[in-house]
């Protein structure tokens, strides 16, 4: 399977149409890729607090349009990252839009855990309530937004959901990058999981931005790793090692807490 994770540079001196439009170009040239992921909120950048609430966009807005015929002029699956989505029956939420490659919507996850300690994205958006895989033709889909990966419940709940792959868009700042890498594969080893974490590159709201977009195998080992600016991640990797890693060492199997009916 072909994956490419797309490290946009959320530059402040670029509009938000204008960066739409390059990221719909950048996601076409990946035609031939199987999946294709976006970083967190790269409309925007996960830190501009003030911009939410001026940039939200209702579901199906431009970005949902113009990522829709992006993946259906690529023919790939698009893990579109996610916007700041206005609900008109509620409050902001930070949602995650994936498409198929004929363009229809296959998923839209909203962040369940949000980042900023009674302020920020914790007071001006919503929590989402719902966990969400997406099956592929090669693997079952766990979705995930940034700060959720340091909530490991959560992917233990993708993983009983069937998730076999770990997909995590991100707008993750760059004083924290050791955690990112770390939980990064942590989330791999303790689910026997891939791990795909893009993130963003640049500086935003004046927050340097970590980068480092990574993919993890099953066992913990990084498959591949990005740098610090805009680039494109391009991965292959085997969804099967999924499967023969939990039947070769299966742990899984042996949980005894967090389950709804004990063990025998």
Not at 10 to 32: H, I, K, Y
Not at 41 to 54: C, R
């Amino acid at each position: 399977m072909r994956a490419s994770l797309l490290q946009i540079d959320v530059n402040e001196g670029e509009s938000v149409e204008s960066r739409r439009m390059r990221v719909a170009s950048l996601v076409r040239d990946q035609a031939g890729a199987d999946l294709v992921v976006l970083p967190e909120l790269w409309t925007t950048g996960a830190f501009a607090y003030e911009e939410f609430g001026s940039a939200a966009e209702p579901l199906e807005g431009p970005t949902y349009e113009a990522m829709a015929k992006a993946a259906s002029d690529a023919g790939v699956w698009l893990h579109a990252g996610s916007i700041p989505e206005r609900d008109p029956e509620g409050p902001l939420y930070n949602t995650s839009l994936v498409f198929s490659p004929s363009g229809d919507l296959a998923a839209a996850y909203r962040k369940i855990h949000r980042f900023g300690f009674d302020k920020g994205e914790a007071v001006l958006m919503g929590a989402g309530g719902e966990l969400v895989t997406v099956r592929l033709p090669e693997t079952t889909l766990g979705v995930a937004t940034c700060y959720d990966l340091r909530f490991p419940e959560l992917f233990r709940g993708l993983v009983d959901a069937g998730a076999e792959t770990l997909v995590i868009p991100a707008g993750w700042p760059e004083r924290r990058r050791a955690h990112w890498t770390l939980l990064a594969q942590a989330r791999a080893v303790e689910n026997q999981a891939f791990v795909l974490a893009c993130g963003t590159a640049g500086t935003h709201a004046g927050v340097p931005q970590a980068g480092h977009s990574i993919v993890v195998d099953p066992w913990g080992e990084v498959l591949a790793q990005a740098g610090a600016g805009e680039q494109v991640l391009a991965v292959e990797f085997d969804p099967g090692k999924v499967a023969v890693t939990r039947d070769q060492f299966p742990a899984l199997k042996d949980r005894m807490l967090g389950l709804t009916a004990p063990r025998r």
